[in-house]
């Protein structure tokens, strides 16, 4: 009997399928011509490192291990006749050997709305899952709670979803979310509790592969090269966050918002000055041997006094 996978895979071009298949030598070859290049590079490049006094080595700490959270979201709108359905969600999980536990289940929040068909509505679910984001981190009670992205993240989805409202809908859409969510509360606290920290999934950044070490084509982000020169154990000396594009940082509100935009305007700045101000670290840190180097945000409290407690919560 043939499966429904089956003959899913069976309306798959053949031609295709060969002609992508013929391609996988060339691609290996292009990514190990990349790979091979760190490879080779890999002492000088730790030298470089070293002489600069920029690699540490989580055994200068001895800490207890802190209590942790995470939180996570998502978003999806169906487009159907008429209208558009939006579900956002945001979910928080303790970490695997955070003691005492804080929740006694996974935490999370659901957001459904209906609006018209507009092409701003993918703003609405993205900016719904990020004040829901914001909404568990801040409450959660443990020691560290990790943000997903970086802190750059909330401010592109929130000027995204504020500086043009879109029509009647959607505007009752971004009233009702701000005031369901706290955002004018929780975005100041965001940036300022020493206690949230963020982690990338994926990072762009190229500044201490050019500034530090020299490589200017650019062609690898800072993750990728440090996770080939590291050690497990190992983490970059806390830098903190380049000129660019921090000090920069804005999040316009549509004048249309009425009482949420005089609400939110001030705590909105407020919230974006330590941003801009710089007032934020960053390191990269390879827990494990089998681990690539994992980019950390956090505020300078960290720094001075918590940061083994916050490697100790990563590892």
């Known amino acids: 009997m043939i499966t429904r996978d089956e003959q899913i895979y069976a309306q798959l071009p053949e031609e295709l399928l060969t002609d992508i298949l013929e391609s996988t030598p060339q691609v290996t070859k292009e990514v190990r011509k990349i790979f091979e290049k760190i490879e080779n590079e890999k002492e000088n490049l730790r030298k470089k490192l070293r002489d600069k006094g920029l690699i540490r080595n989580d055994t200068e700490f001895h800490e207890t291990m802190p209590t942790l959270a995470a939180v996570d979201g998502g978003s999806a709108v169906e487009k159907s006749v008429g209208v558009d359905t939006i579900l956002s969600v945001a979910v928080g999980i303790e970490g695997l050997n955070s003691e005492p536990r804080h929740w006694e289940t996974t935490q999370y929040s659901k957001w459904q709305k209906v609006v018209r068909h507009d092409e701003l509505t993918p703003r609405l679910a993205r900016g719904a899952m990020t004040m829901q984001e914001m909404n568990i981190l801040v409450q959660a009670p443990h020691d560290f709670r990790i943000m997903d992205g970086s802190h750059k993240t909330p401010v592109i989805a929130l000027n995204s979803l504020l500086v043009q409202g879109g029509d009647r809908s959607l505007l009752e859409g971004i009233v009702e979310l701000v005031e369901k969510f706290e955002l004018e509360e929780g975005y100041i606290k965001l940036n300022s509790n020493p206690q949230i920290i963020s982690m990338q999934k994926y990072d762009s950044s190229s500044h201490l592969a050019r500034e530090v070490l020299g490589m200017g084509d650019g062609l690898l982000d800072d993750r ?74 956090f505020k300078p409290q960290v720094k001075d006094s918590l940061l083994g407690k916050m490697l100790v919560a990563i590892k």
């Open 224 to 297: 990728t090269v440090l996770s080939f020169i590291l050690e497990h154990g190992e983490f970059i000396d806390p830098q903190i966050v380049p000129k660019q594009p921090w000090r920069d940082l804005r999040i316009a509100i549509d004048s249309r918002l009425g009482r949420v935009k005089t609400k939110l305007d001030d705590a909105i700045q407020e919230g974006l000055d330590p941003l801009r101000q710089r007032k934020l670290y960053f390191t990269y840190y390879k827990p494990n041997e089998w681990s690539p180097a994992y980019q950390v945000e």
